[in-house]
């Protein structure tokens, strides 16, 4: 039988427990990285980079948060 604190603590962090029940079957963790290769136009880089400068995150991630509020 769970505790109410238990429970509290299950429900605070369920996405780091499903995240490692999903490791358990693939052993892939979803906020791992992995590098590709990507061609983009000199123009979409340049407007990145501005991007970049004015935030000061990288590249990568400004493009995952894009990606991310697209889905």
Not at 33 to 53: A, C, F, N
């Amino acid at each position: 039988m769970q505790s109410d604190k238990d429970k509290k603590i299950l429900e605070k962090y369920k996405k780091v427990f499903d995240a490692l029940k999903n490791y358990d079957k693939t052993g892939k963790l979803p906020f791992q990285r992995k590098r590709i290769d990507l061609t983009l136009s000199v123009e979409t880089i340049d407007k990145l980079k501005k991007i970049r400068e004015k935030t000061g995150k990288p590249i990568s991630r400004i493009i995952e948060e894009k990606i991310i509020t697209l889905s």
